[in-house]
Each structure stands twice: as structure tokens, then as C-alpha cells.
């Protein structure tokens, strides 16, 4: 498994890097971004990721959950 730092990385840029963040917000298991561009990531790469669990869409959040 990829360490912390490279899942931040790779999943920062499945999202379209921080030019398209409008703010993030986490908890145990899951980062919520507020996206400015919600059609930018592909909910299917972003899964492939290591160290990524799943991808929901929810409240108008592009939330990772990690695990």
C-alpha cells in the first residue's frame, strides 16, 4: 500500500489538483471535497488508487473514503 502522503498526492490530482478545490474537510475514513468542477474526476480512477476504498458522491461532496 502507498504510504499517506502519496494517496494525498495521487488523490489531490484524480480530483483535478487544487486549482479545483473549493475547500476539503475530513474525518476517520473519509476526505469531503467542495469541488468547482465536479465533472473533472473519474469516480472509477480515483477507486483505483491504493489505499482507496470507495468513492461517494453525496450532498454535493466528492467525498474518498480511505481505508
Do not use: W, Y
Request: proline letters at 1%.
Amino acid at each position: 500500500m502507498a504510504n499517506n502522503q502519496q494517496i494525498a498526492e495521487q488523490v489531490l490530482a484524480a480530483v483535478g489538483g487544487k486549482a479545483n478545490v473549493s475547500s476539503v474537510t475530513h474525518c476517520m475514513t473519509r476526505l469531503r471535497f467542495t469541488l468547482k468542477d465536479d465533472t473533472i474526476p473519474d469516480k472509477e480512477e480515483v477507486k483505483k488508487i491504493s489505499g482507496v476504498m470507495s468513492v461517494v458522491v453525496s450532498g454535493g461532496q466528492f467525498q474518498v473514503v480511505i481505508g
